[in-house]
């Protein structure tokens, strides 16, 4: 499976760290968009283009959860978005995961096998969503599935 990525991260090391991390967990074959912070990642991010975003929280300009907010209330739903970040406490993983839409949360620092085991239900959900039939009929069935 080919992904285009958005991996958004104020630091250029952290964002070749999580390029790195995800092409050595091989769950698919990856293009990269850099961004570094939120509004950078809005000017950058196509949904017809790119398949899913890896965001840090804490970044200048825009934060990785106002990115994710913004996203979520542009009709984006379809593309996944994963948090990698070093905010852990409960209250921050709420807010990403219900209150921002989130599609997974990873805490830094984070293995390959950890990356494996928390990406593993995104990309099978991208693998669903890309063999649903296209046109009028894919287009009702996902109305009727969300």
Do not use: C
């Amino acid at each position: 499976m080919n992904i285009h990525a958005l991996v958004v991260d104020d630091s250029g090391i952290m964002r070749k760290m999580v390029m790195r991390s995800l092409r050595e967990a091989k769950l698919a074959e990856f293009i990269f968009t850099e961004a570094v912070d939120g509004k950078d990642a809005l000017a950058k991010f196509d949904p017809q283009q790119m398949d899913m975003i890896f965001a840090d929280w804490n970044m200048p300009n825009m934060s990785g959860i106002e990115l994710v907010h913004a996203i979520r209330g542009s009709q984006t739903q379809h593309v996944p978005i994963v948090m990698i970040t070093t905010e852990g406490t409960m209250g921050k993983v709420e807010e990403a995961l219900d209150r921002g839409g989130v599609d997974g949360y990873i805490i830094k620092p984070f293995t390959v096998d950890i990356l494996t085991a928390k990406l593993t239900p995104v990309f099978e959900k991208i693998e669903q969503a890309r063999q649903k039939p296209k046109g009028f009929f894919g287009r009702m069935a996902d109305k009727l599935a969300s």
